[in-house]
């Protein structure tokens, strides 16, 4: 079955640690995303990605990197410079330009203990 | 500046009541609308889209919405409620200029009473 992956389901990290959160889809998308989602806040974009090899920064990009190596993975690295870490992340891919349709993976909740 | 706003936040509905989700956007661009369901701990959910054919969108789920320009809105209803409607929903606005980015509303949490 054609689809997105993210894991782990559940992530606890100690303050200071960085962790990297998994992405993977088999929908051969181009384009992929990252979300927080914080409760009553909605869904804001910490990153995006339309092609391999290039990334641009969302609307809360401050304290997570990315990378986009290859078509079907974008890790999401939450570092120890992102200050209130525990939240649901979402990750989502469309087909890109062409495509205004988002699909999403199931979530990460990471909680910072 | 593009945006979309969800009313209310909390619905309560009876089950079989109708349900409405009001969702309005601002834009000077034609917009593409969408509505997602996100059940506890999930991912969301594609219900429908609105791509500027037909005005009356049918979903998922039973689930309909009508795009009305001249009140910028895309409010979401079902005739019926059932108790596996119980869910977030979000309202979702894109446009042919910005493809690669959706703006999401706020979300509305739907609960059904028995």
């Known amino acids: 079955d054609g689809g997105i992956t993210q894991s782990p389901k559940y992530l606890f990290r100690k303050e200071g640690q960085n962790v990297t959160l998994s992405c993977e889809q088999n929908?051969?998308?181009?384009?992929m995303y990252w979300y927080r989602q914080d409760p009553g806040q909605g869904l804001r974009l910490i990153y995006y990605s339309q092609i391999v090899n290039d990334f641009q920064k969302g609307d809360i990009a401050e304290g997570y990197s990315v990378s986009r190596e290859k078509k079907e993975s974008f890790p999401l690295t939450v570092t120890s410079a992102q200050k209130n870490p525990t939240a649901f992340y979402l990750c989502a891919s469309s087909l890109g330009t062409s495509s205004h349709e988002q699909f999403f993976g199931p979530g990460t909740r990471l909680t910072v203990l | 500046a593009q945006s979309v706003t969800q009313l209310g936040s909390h619905v309560s509905v009876s089950e079989g009541a109708l349900v409405l989700l009001r969702c309005n956007y601002s834009s000077s661009v034609p917009p593409y609308l969408f509505w997602y369901v996100q059940y506890p701990n999930q991912g969301l959910q594609l219900l429908l889209k609105?791509?500027?054919?037909?005005?009356l969108v049918k979903g998922i789920n039973g689930f309909e919405a009508e795009f009305k320009k001249s009140e910028t809105s895309f409010h979401l209803t079902k005739p019926s409620a059932h108790m596996s409607d119980a869910a977030e929903y979000f309202c979702a606005v894109t446009f042919y200029s910005s493809a690669s980015k959706i703006i999401f509303g706020s979300g509305t949490r739907l609960s059904i009473r028995p």
């Open positions: 609105y791509t500027s054919a037909a005005t």
């Open positions: 929908l051969n998308h181009d384009a």
